[in-house]
């Protein structure tokens, strides 16, 4: 059996507090709506998406030795050119993203919900060492999250055929996952239509790999270590560079 993905993301301290620390520090995640459009849920709705142009700081919680710091700064990079967020990596203890490679876990907080998180506790956490296959997908994908981009396989169009009592089986031989940690990160739909301008895209790095075994026997999707275009454009969308 193939190796299971098993990023999670990290929630907010409390919806409210997301809600307050999103619209704090940038006013325009609060959330849109169309003339006529009724929404009795406005808290859920909202974008957690960092200011354009901000500097978003980044820091190791826990002295990684250098080749691993250089390896994840790195593919970290890879997502620079296409926002116009300025990164910078620093000792600040206080850094907007907190990075945990001391860890088993790999996973981040969404966007600005990393502000809720406790001074000094990680935002994100990156089990995986570059030695492992998966690691170079796995830091392209939490930092995709840190950018406010949510698992594209939980995208309300994504229609997946899960074999569901089987992927509860499997997560929770694998990694003692629950049935309720497991609809809350594969199953369930996430994001507003705000956040999802983009149509469903089976080949972004935020989709875990899906083997068939896993479905209806037919329908998969391999693994992607590469931006996908689309990934790209959302970003670009997301944090335009040429919007002053
Ligand atoms: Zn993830």
Redesign the pocket.
């Known amino acids: 059996m193939r190796k299971l993905s098993s990023?999670i993301?990290l929630k907010p301290a409390s919806e409210e507090a997301s809600y307050e620390a999103a619209i704090k520090v940038n006013p325009n995640n609060a959330p849109k709506r169309s003339p006529g459009e009724f929404s009795i849920n406005a808290v859920a709705s909202h974008t957690k998406l960092w200011p354009e142009h901000r500097w978003l700081t980044i820091s190791f919680v826990d002295n990684p030795p250098t080749a691993l710091q250089d390896a994840i700064e790195q593919l970290i990079w890879q997502w620079d050119p296409h926002v116009s967020l300025i990164f910078g990596v620093s000792k600040d203890a206080n850094a907007d993203i907190r990075i945990s490679t001391n860890t088993t876990l790999n996973g981040s907080s969404i966007g600005t919900d990393a502000l809720t998180v406790e001074a000094g506790e990680p935002t994100m956490y990156i089990g995986l060492k570059p030695s492992d296959p998966d690691f170079k997908v796995t830091v392209l994908?939490e930092f995709g999250?840190a950018l406010g981009l949510e698992?594209e396989h939980q995208h309300p169009h994504a229609n997946i055929p899960w074999n569901k009592p089987k992927v509860y089986k499997a997560y929770a031989a694998q990694f003692g996952w629950t049935k309720e940690l497991v609809d809350d990160q594969l199953f369930t739909p996430k994001g507003t239509d705000s956040l999802r301008i983009a149509p469903y895209d089976k080949t972004s790095i935020m989709h875990y790999p899906v083997d068939k075994e896993f479905t209806d026997g037919i329908w998969e999707v391999g693994t992607y270590t590469e931006l996908s275009e689309q990934d790209i454009t959302s970003v670009g969308e997301f944090y335009p560079k040429n919007n002053y």
Do not use: A, P
Request: proline content about 0%; overall charge neutral.
């Open positions: 990023c993301t994908h999250h698992h």
